[in-house]
């Protein structure tokens, strides 16, 4: 018998462009997950380091002025309003981490070093002086206490004598008196602008009030900070 041969060309042959056609729509399927990924991180990267060493050299140039810090300080009591009270604050309006004195963990043999009992010197000092002020209004409504504020309240002396003082007392202390220290810190800044008057212009009674309701401010926040060195 005739047998006939068929060339081996049938339907079930692959086309040798076909694999080449599977591995180049794998290749750019994978590019583009790759570019997806790349994309989705980069909207959740943290800035740069030079971004970030730039913010914090700003920072720090802020810091420096007198001017700043009372901008900086009375910006923070602005927001402060707006915080709701807190039924246990303590000794301080909306401060809790701030206890009562007679609960403060004390180092004695720190509180009776020189470095701190000569801060503590200091401190009481600047209390006396601020009680001077009151002393000074009622004898001259007028008086300008400015002079006094920027001679003898120099924030960074007063800040080191406040946190001498705050190393003889335990952690958990002094997450409270950490506090008041910012307190006197903001009492006195806001003393300095509510003091400040246009030239030839007297002093309002309005305005007198306002200036003797900071010096007492200041002095409450001094006792309170002074409670926990007894």
């Known amino acids: 018998p005739h047998l006939t041969t068929r060339p081996l060309t049938s339907e079930r042959s692959i ?25 989705s991180a980069s909207a959740f990267a943290p800035a740069s380091p030079a971004a970030r060493t730039s ?24 927001a ?6 807190n039924a246990n604050a303590g000794w301080i309006a909306g401060s809790p981490e701030v206890i009562n004195p007679k609960d403060a963990e004390v180092d004695r043999d720190i509180l009776a070093s020189e470095a ?12 006396s002086e601020i009680e001077g002020f009151a002393s000074t209004l009622a004898s001259d409504p007028q008086a ?16 080191t004598d406040l946190n001498t003082v705050n190393s003889a007392f335990e952690e958990d ?16 800044t806001e003393l300095e602008v509510a003091n400040k008057q246009k030239p030839g212009v007297p002093r309002s009674e309005i305005r007198l009030n306002a ?8 002095c409450k926040a001094f006792d309170e900070y002074l409670a926990f060195s007894v």
């Open 80 to 85: 402060l309003t707006f915080l709701p009270g």
């Open 15 to 39: 086309s040798p462009s076909q694999p080449t056609t599977q591995r180049q729509a794998t290749m750019k399927f994978t590019a583009a997950l790759l570019a997806l990924t790349v994309a």
């Open 55 to 78: 913010s914090a050299l700003s920072m720090a140039q802020g810091e420096t002025s007198r001017g700043a810090f009372i901008q900086q300080s009375l910006a923070a009591a602005a």
């Open 211 to 218: 200036l003797k309701g900071k010096i007492a401010k200041l």
């Open 173 to 188: 202390t002094q997450r409270g008196t950490d506090r008041l220290i910012r307190a006197i810190l903001q009492d006195l």
């Open 144 to 159: 300008d206490i400015g002079p006094t504020i920027r001679k003898e309240f120099d924030f960074v002396k007063i800040r």
């Open 116 to 127: 701190v009992q000569k801060a503590l010197s200091n401190v009481k000092n600047y209390k």
